[in-house]
């Protein structure tokens, strides 16, 4: 591994795969933690301290909730990789993306068909994160079913194809044959 910097983030590099992480990581990892506590405190949970408190709630959250975000990445690159695009890097800022290869011209990864799998992945690993949470967590208050739910909205909200840079919107480009290289 070795690092460098790259217009103002961090970046690390493993062989081929690079880690890029922005400044704007620490937006995403606050909002978790603020989401960590607000849903601690909505489950009942009012000590600060303890095993049972909000601060190992908040953390719980903010862990699990980080951990779904970087599944439905690892959906992108999976089905990348089943069309012969190897995942490239990360990039860790308000959110998380990860970089995939171009498919090779006239492969069948280059079709909008594959396009939009590749797009679609994404969302359906977060519901399937979404719904490993769910079966875990003792209750529907507990982290893991907070994290379960953000999960599933993280999946819905990037199915709606006009939200800017949404997978949903990705398959749209896909149908119309623009080729985007950074998958969110
Ligand atoms: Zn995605």
Redesign the pocket.
Same mark, same amino acid.
């Given at each position: 591994m070795e690092s460098g910097t790259r217009r103002g983030a961090v970046v690390l590099r493993v062989g081929h795969f690079a880690i890029e992480i922005r400044r704007s990581w620490a937006v995403l990892l606050t909002a978790y933690l603020i989401g960590g506590c607000v849903t601690a405190l909505a489950g009942g949970h009012t000590e600060v301290g303890g095993r049972d408190g909000i601060v190992v709630a908040a953390l719980a959250f903010a862990v699990l909730a980080f951990a779904a975000a970087l599944f439905?990445?690892v959906?992108?690159a999976l089905a990348g990789a089943a069309f012969g695009r190897r995942a490239v890097g990360l990039v860790l800022k308000a959110g998380a993306?990860v970089r995939i290869e171009e498919a090779a011209p006239g492969s069948r990864g280059a079709t909008a068909w594959a396009e939009s799998l590749v797009?679609l992945s994404?969302?359906l690993a =977060?519901a399937l994160i979404g719904l490993a949470y769910y079966n875990v967590s003792s209750a529907v208050t507990s982290p893991f079913a907070w994290a379960a739910l953000l999960a599933f909205v993280d999946g819905l909200v990037?199915l709606v194809p006009v939200v800017a840079n =949404?997978?949903g919107n990705?398959v749209l480009l896909a149908l119309t044959r623009s080729r985007p290289r950074l998958?969110?």
């Open positions: 439905h990445e959906g992108h993306a797009a994404g969302p =977060s990037n =949404s997978d990705r998958v969110d």
